[in-house]
């Protein structure tokens, strides 16, 4: 199972050199997963990761490529699409676009509300038969949506990707605040954390150190009393303070994957240290109450 994934939606103003660099910075650090989308950058961010693979033989065969389709950056509609022929039209554009011959993992980016799981079976089929896609998983997939299509694949759903961090995480509140009227308590997860488990399917957590729009690490503004908490445990265990917060995403024992957003080689370094911590139960709800909540 990943513990760590380094995201590629930002890279597209990075020069080639960069992006090769943050490459080395996560395969120096173990890390060697990395999350496209066809959309990131308008499709400049898999262009450019290309390039980066390009220059270094060899250099595909040490990675894992991840990559997404199903949101439509269409300026005359914003819109998603899971049918068959656009999920095969985007795969054989990413590969062009990554200049390579297969992608090992093709995850749905967002549910189609007009989404038929046949359609999607048949292009997972294809993409399959045809040796182009290795395995398969979802992203904003709730639980009943991964059984819908479950019933029609005949590949596994391996991964769910979701965003999740100490700011943001309802999937993990809503099951401590079952039965309960207060707004917490709403049911906005639909079982999908449970699901997952007992499925063996990772989620991958994006946005892990995002508030509401942007990073919470620093924003003493909006998150005062997080990152007092996340400064102390940081020098407790000697790492920074981005650490601790990928630390508690990993202390679930679910086994979430953590994908960094980071553009910067040395941040990721920082970060990949909290597979080395265990924070104590204590410190892991004292995080989560850190941004206003209460426990039942
Ligand atoms: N499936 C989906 O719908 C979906 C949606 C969004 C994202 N994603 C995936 O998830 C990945 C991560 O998402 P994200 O970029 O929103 O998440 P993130 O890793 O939480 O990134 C947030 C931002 O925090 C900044 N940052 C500031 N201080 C930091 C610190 N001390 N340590 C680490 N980061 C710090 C980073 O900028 P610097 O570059 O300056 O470090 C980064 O731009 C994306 O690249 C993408 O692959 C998927």
Known sequence: MD?????????????????RALIDANLENGVNVFDHADI???????TLFGKALKEVPGLREKIVIQTKCGIVKDLSCHRYDN????ILDCVHKSLKRLGVEKIDRLLIHRPDALLSPEE?????????????????????????????????????????QVRVSIAHCPMIENGINYNRYNDAGVNRDYGTLEYCRLNKIQIQCYSPYKGINKSFIGDNLHYRTLNKLLKQYAFKYGVEPNAIAAAWLLKHPAGFAVINGTTKPERVAQIVKAKDITLTRSEWYELYK???????
């Not at 513990?3 to 992006?19: L, W």
């Not at 990131?40 to 898999?46: N, R, S």
């Not at 049918?83 to 656009?86: D, E, K, L, R």
Request: hydrophobic fraction near 35%.
């Open 83 to 86: 049918s068959t022929n656009y």
């Open 120 to 160: 999607i079976a048949k292009a997972f089929d294809r993409l399959q038969g045809d040796g182009v896609v290795d395995t398969f998983g979802v992203s904003n997939f709730s639980s009943g949506q991964i059984a819908l299509l479950k019933n029609s694949l005949r590949q596994k759903i391996e991964y769910d």
């Open 290 to 296: 850190s941004v206003g909540r209460l426990l039942p």
């Open 40 to 46: 990131y950058g308008a499709g400049e961010c898999e």
């Open 3 to 19: 513990k760590f994934i380094q995201g590629c939606m930002k890279i597209k103003n990075m020069s080639v050199k960069e992006v």
